[in-house]
Nanobody, 120 residues
Framework: VQLQASGGGLVQAGGSLRLSCAAS?????MGWFRQAPGKEREFVAD????????YYANSVKGRFTISRDNAKSTLSLQMNSLKPEDTAVYYC?????????????????WGQGTLVTVSS
């Protein structure tokens, strides 16, 4: 299983970015996590195997949208209305069990991360 995240960059507050993750894991549920400097890795969003169920952290609900295209083996995270506090390295992850989608320990595979910087 290989995960490759991309799409990070520098954006002004209020702007948008779209992250992508090339993932050959159509049979896994998938998620995005992020880790800001000096902070622990935190859950952002997850999506079920066939994309019919999603779940978001309260901090991004209404601003971020997770989606997947299993035919293209791609996971995406559309981020709108970005805030400086969204600055972090974003990681895509894949897991077999979706019992606790917010827990990093429930994910079996991780991408290398892509840096998102939001300037004020």
């Amino acid at each position: 299983v290989q995960l490759q995240a991309s799409g990070g960059g520098l954006v002004q507050a209020g702007g948008s970015l779209r992250l992508s993750c090339a993932a050959s894991v159509s049979t896994y549920h998938m998620g995005w996590f992020r880790q800001a400097p000096g902070k622990e890795r935190e859950f952002v969003a997850d999506i079920s195997r066939i994309g019919d169920m999603t779940y978001y952290a309260n901090s991004v609900k209404g601003r971020f949208t997770i989606s997947r295209d299993n035919a293209k083996s791609t996971l995406s995270l559309q981020m709108n209305s970005l805030k400086p506090e969204d600055t972090a390295v974003y990681y895509c992850a894949a897991g077999i069990s979706r019992a606790v989608p917010t827990a990093a320990t429930m994910y079996d595979y991780w991408g290398q991360g892509t840096l998102v910087t939001v300037s004020s």
